[in-house]
T-cell receptor, first 115, second 112 residues
Framework: NAGVTQTPKFRILKIGQSMTLQCTQD?????MYWYRQDPGMGLKLIYY???????DKGEVPNGYNVSRSTTEDFPLRLELAAPSQTSVYFC??????????????FGSGTQLSVL | KNQVEQSPQSLIILEGKNCTLQ??????????LRWYKQDTGRGPVSLTI???SENTKSNGRYTATLDADTKQSSLHITASQLSDSASYIC???????????WGLGTSLAVNP
């Protein structure tokens, strides 16, 4: 079973370019999340979704957009890439809200460099 | 301010030895505490999740403890293996909206 799948694994962008990071999960999870992980920093939540058609901002949403047209897919869009968006991006999913024993399942990440 | 601090920042041990990683938090209101293992180039994988009323939880050779009074947690790894080389991240869930506060992790290297 694949779990959470992210593509691409690596990408280099020029300043001002746009791209979409893909995320799909096959666990029929309602909740999906996008995090970024910078060196020396804890994971930061960018956006999350509680179900198809519903998305909400996390801690660091500026410069990003998301959509959730299906339960399985939760793409992250960068419209005008900036060097500050150089990071490792992780998509995650959970069956329900982060309750007492609700696990988060993560993808393998996308390493993005903006030059 | 909600914070999660981990120590040591990095640790090197020999295969077969035990080790203990520490996590101190100042998060209120506390909901639960999680330990994740993150291999290089991979996403975090959940090891344990503990609520306020649980003070010990095991997952194979990993044992987590929680002292909610002192706001401290530890992750003990028994009989370490080379595959234990990874970053171990402490995460505290805060408040009614269960916001996750992530620590910076302890980087563990297990050498043969």
């Amino acid at each position: 079973n694949a779990g959470v799948t992210q593509t691409p694994k690596f990408r280099i962008l020029k300043i001002g370019q746009s791209m979409t990071l893909q995320c799909t999960q096959d666990m029929n999870h309602n909740y999906m999340y996008w995090y970024r992980q910078d060196p020396g920093m804890g994971l930061k939540l960018i956006y999350y979704s509680v179900g198809a058609g519903i998305t909400d901002k996390g801690e660091v949403p500026n410069g990003y957009n998301v959509s959730r047209s299906t339960t399985e897919d939760f793409p992250l869009r960068l419209e005008l890439a900036a060097p500050s968006q150089t990071s490792v991006y992780f998509c995650a999913s959970s069956n329900d809200r982060i309750r007492a024993n609700e696990k988060l399942f993560f993808g393998s990440g996308t390493q993005l460099s903006v030059l | 301010k909600n914070q999660v601090e981990q120590s040591p920042q990095s640790l090197i041990i020999l295969e077969g030895k035990n080790c203990t990683l520490q996590c101190n938090y100042t998060v209120s209101p506390f909901s639960n505490l999680r330990w994740y293992k993150q291999d290089t180039g991979r996403g975090p994988v959940s090891l344990t999740i503990m609520t306020f009323s649980e003070n010990t939880k095991s997952n194979g050779r990993y044992t987590a403890t929680l002292d909610a009074d002192t706001k401290q947690s530890s992750l003990h790894i028994t009989a370490s293996q080379l595959s234990d080389s990874a970053s171990y991240i402490c995460v505290v869930s805060a408040g009614n909206n269960r916001k996750l506060i992530w620590g910076l992790g302890t980087s563990l290297a297990v050498n043969p």
